[in-house]
Structures are given as C-alpha cells and as structure tokens.
C-alpha cells in the first residue's frame, strides 16, 4: 500500500523501504535513490567520519504505533547501514510518542 501523497508522486522513506516503490528523489530532484544505493550512500559517509555512535529515531517500534513512519524507516535504514558499513554503536529514541509520555520526575 502506498502510504504517501500525489504531490510527491507517493514517495515516502517507508514505501523505499518496504519495496513498493523502487527509488526515491531527493528535494530539490537532483538526485535518485534505491533502497541500496541510500544505504551505500550512507555507508560511505560513516566510513569517511568513523563514528562511535549512530543515533537515529526509534527504530524498533511497529510501523502505525504513533510515530510517523518516515522517522521509523530512516531509523531502520541508518541502522542497517550503520550494522554493514562501520563498528558504530547504535541508539534510537522516541520520536512524537514521546509527547504523550509522562515527564520523569527529578526529585
């Protein structure tokens, strides 16, 4: 199912990484995407920098629990690159969910 809006031509990170579409523009259309070329892309920018830490969006929560699914596909993805491109460790935190969590208390 194609999750996304006509006015980009139903392009979304979530249809790339789910397969229903096979590439993706970026703003301003310069360039085109694959699901793996994204990936390579992104790989190539952590072998240059060799981070200790890849720090991304929630990416283990199920696709439609409450944040956008953009967020949670870009989280995969960076993870998955991140998992075959470089010794990075990997953290995701909570995206809009968050909203509706209570606050911790400090004292």
Known sequence: MLRSF?????????NLYFGSISSIRNQPGTATFTLS???R???????????????TLDNL????????????????IATEAASQFSN???A?????????RPSLSTS
């Open 6 to 14: 006509p006015s980009t031509g139903y392009q979304s990170l979530r």
């Open 37 to 39: 070329s994204l990936k």
């Open 41 to 55: 892309a992104l790989g190539e920018i952590l072998t240059a920098r060799q981070p200790s830490w890849v720090r």
């Open 61 to 76: 929560s199920d696709f439609d629990a409450g944040d956008h699914a953009d967020h949670l596909a870009s989280a995969r």
């Open 88 to 90: 990075a460790s990997t």
């Open 92 to 100: 995701g935190y909570m995206g809009y969910p968050a909203q509706v």
